[in-house]
């Protein structure tokens, strides 16, 4: 009989951990020639030259001044006056200020929302003996391959009231069914024997699932609440249909319209038509202002990502 050996984390081990632990490669695996280990090498830093160097020309062009920005004819790829004074005025307390805040509010309130309402939904999905469990997973499984459409999502978002209303950014993209579903597989592969001596010991469903369930589940919440957190952070569609007022755009919304149709915020006008900021600088400052939040959240998360995708894909 084999003995199962177990992580530091409680989990079994993998057979990379046991690499990773013992220093030799399992008997099945042939050892990696130098020409293979060469060309995955050079793919890895042939991606990650694709990723970085339209950042890297993104932030340069967003600190370099007019002359720099002209001398180039564009876009900056070496830079050569770093300037701040486009992020100043920015963040000086103008339109992209409020639309800045108006997101992080958006994303911190929609996330939240999301979470609380896909857990429930997932933990009562899992459990087998739930009401109507059968019938209820059918029609979220149903809803991804068929909907309504914009136009009767339209009018019901306007017939019950929400235009204008920062709730018309939120309730109608607040559920992903697929992100139901991975967390409903999650929460099936927690021990049962876990969840039938929390009952004998007189534990209710909410101590149940607060307690036992998504302590053990930290991975997959993880990776959820980023989807859902990057989802509203992105969001600028349901925003340009339902909201008129300008004081509640989202920032997205503000760089689209400063990107895609040359509309400048109120009081950048002036200071680009005086040549004192490169409306391209203010456009690539925005475009950074939209990354930061994702690029500053993912390190934190990525640890989470394959254990909480694959266990939460995969039952078993």
């Known amino acids: ?3 199962t050996l177990i992580a530091p984390d409680g989990t079994p081990e993998t057979p990379l951990q046991r690499i990773d632990r013992t220093g030799k490669r399992p008997v099945w695996e042939e050892e990696p020639t130098k020409i293979g280990q060469g060309l995955k090498g050079a793919s890895l830093v042939l991606v990650c030259l694709t990723i970085l160097a339209p950042l890297w020309v993104v932030v340069i062009t967003s600190l370099s001044d007019t002359k720099t920005i002209s001398e180039a004819g564009g876009l900056v790829i070496w830079p050569k006056h770093i300037t701040f004074q486009a992020y100043t005025e920015l963040l000086s307390g103008g339109t992209v200020t409020r639309a800045t805040l108006v997101s992080i509010v958006l994303t911190t309130v929609g996330t939240v929302f999301s979470m609380v309402i896909s857990v429930l939904a997932a933990y009562g999905l899992s459990r087998p003996g739930s009401f109507a469990h059968r019938p209820l997973l059918m029609l979220l499984m149903l809803t991804m391959f ?3 459409g914009l136009i009767p999502t339209y ?3 306007t017939g019950i009231g929400l235009q204008d209303s920062y709730w018309s950014m939120i309730l109608p993209s607040a559920i992903s069914v697929f992100n139901i579903l991975v967390l409903r597989a999650f ?7 876990l969840i039938d001596s929390a009952r004998i010991d007189g534990a209710g469903e909410w101590r149940i699932l607060l307690g036992i369930v998504m302590p053990l589940s930290r991975a ?4 959820i609440s980023l989807f859902y957190a990057v989802g509203y952070w992105s969001q600028w569609f349901n925003a340009m249909l ?3 007022d300008s004081d509640k755009y989202p920032l997205q919304l503000i760089l689209r319209q400063f990107v895609l149709q040359h509309q400048m915020p109120p009081g950048l006008g002036t200071a680009i038509g005086q040549q004192t900021i490169p409306s391209l600088a203010v456009q690539m400052a925005v475009m950074m202002l939209a990354l930061i939040p994702v690029a500053i959240l993912s390190p934190f998360v ?8 694959l266990i939460g894909a995969i039952k078993g």
């Open 146 to 148: 068929f909907g309504a």
């Open 302 to 309: 990525q640890k989470h990502f394959q254990k909480g995708m």
């Open 187 to 193: 929460f099936m592969s927690v021990a049962p024997e």
């Open 1 to 3: 009989m084999t003995a």
């Open 220 to 223: 997959v919440i993880a990776v």
């Open 242 to 244: 339902y909201i008129q």
């Open 155 to 157: 009018l019901l978002v």
